[in-house]
């Protein structure tokens, strides 16, 4: 009996260990990461490339006019009138809602920088009916083009100045080869960002 009684302390202590571990990785990522989403209409062959269209002018502005991760919250109404501007020039008639929160998130790998699966702080883009297939990026620090591919060399010092140095050797390890302890605290927080988080969303005023 004391024995298994040892057994569960000790396993508890390292499960509490494994969950303040996640939850300060995770935190420190979402706080210093904005994503972009954005969802089509339907999976239209004509909506899915409105969506894209709709991706690109919103990227090309927000690569303009951010140099702090805090200014990407302000724009929810530019962002909205960018997308309708766009809808419209398509001759759509849709309506575009805009959304500020925390969203979880797949496990998604852009070049170098692999981000584990967990609530990331994101805008989210919903275009008529919402319910094509989506889009999602790294908005902040922007780590993609207008053509939604990666720029990984140009975000990455971003990325080290601001993330800790445990978050950030986490997300780029895999690119240097290296399987251990990296990879297994990797593969913790994943689990992690699978379980826990539930979203928190703020729409634009129009």
Not at 31 to 56: C, E, G, M, P, Y
Not at 160 to 188: V, W
Request: net charge neutral; proline share 2%.
């Amino acid at each position: 009996m004391k024995k298994l009684f040892t057994l569960t302390l000790a396993g508890l202590v390292v499960f509490l260990f494994l969950v303040g571990y996640s939850t300060k990785v995770n935190s420190d990522l979402s706080q210093n990461i904005v994503r972009l989403h954005v969802i089509a209409n339907s999976d239209s062959v004509d909506d899915q490339t409105l969506k894209l269209k709709v991706r690109d002018a919103i990227l090309a502005h927000s690569q303009k006019e951010f140099t702090k991760k805090d200014e990407v919250s302000t724009q929810l109404d530019i962002y909205k009138e960018i997308a309708e501007k766009v809808i419209r020039e398509n001759g759509y008639d849709y309506k575009a809602e805009v959304e500020y929160g925390n969203f979880s998130f797949p496990t998604k790998e852009y070049e170098n920088i692999r981000l584990p699966a967990g609530n990331y702080d994101a805008v989210r883009v919903k275009i008529g009916k919402a319910e094509g297939k989506n889009w999602w990026c790294v908005m902040f620090p922007p780590l993609c083009f207008v053509d939604g591919t990666a720029k990984t060399a140009q975000a990455e010092e971003k990325l080290r100045s601001t993330l800790d140095k445990e978050s950030y050797d986490i997300i780029t390890a895999h690119s240097k080869g290296e399987n251990s302890p990296f990879e297994i605290r990797f593969k913790i927080l994943e689990v992690y960002g699978k379980l826990s988080g539930k979203d928190k969303v703020y729409t634009a005023s129009k």
